[in-house]
């Protein structure tokens, strides 16, 4: 199983960036998928996830109309698009994948994880 998030970079305060996670090796459609994100000094925390079907989603309080995460099975691809970036989303997110079907935002529920991608947001 591999799973490739991409599109980090470095972006001024306000701007937006979108993420991709493409995934190989799985039944994409099968499992649930998930974004995390780790500042440095600070825990791996949960972002948002989308579930088997993509009509469910959940989205951590602190993003909440500011991230949108959503997929395309027939890509095997998820995507989070982040608008308003803030200085404190500065962190490396990283995708991954977990047989729930349901979304679910404990870091224990995920079986595959990927090398992650930095963001930075400048103030």
């Known amino acids: 199983v591999q799973l490739q998030a991409s599109g980090g970079g470095l972006v001024q305060a306000g701007g937006s960036l979108r993420l991709s996670c493409a995934a190989s090796?799985?039944?994409?459609?099968?499992?649930?998928m998930g974004w995390f994100r780790q500042a440095s000094g600070k825990e791996r925390e949960f972002v948002a996830a989308?579930?088997?079907?993509?009509?469910?989603?959940s989205h951590a309080d602190s993003v909440k109309g500011q991230f949108t995460a959503s997929r395309d099975n027939a890509k095997n691809t998820m995507y989070l698009q982040m608008n308003s970036l803030k200085p404190e989303d500065t962190a490396v997110y990283y995708c991954?994948?977990?047989?729930?079907?349901?979304?679910?935002?404990?870091?224990?529920?995920?079986?595959?994880w990927g090398q992650g991608t930095l963001v930075t947001v400048s103030s």
């Open positions: 991954a994948a977990s047989p729930r079907i349901v979304p679910v935002a404990g870091s224990h529920e995920y079986d595959y």
């Open positions: 090796g799985l039944t994409f459609s099968r499992y649930t």
């Open positions: 989308v579930g088997w079907s993509s009509r469910t989603t």
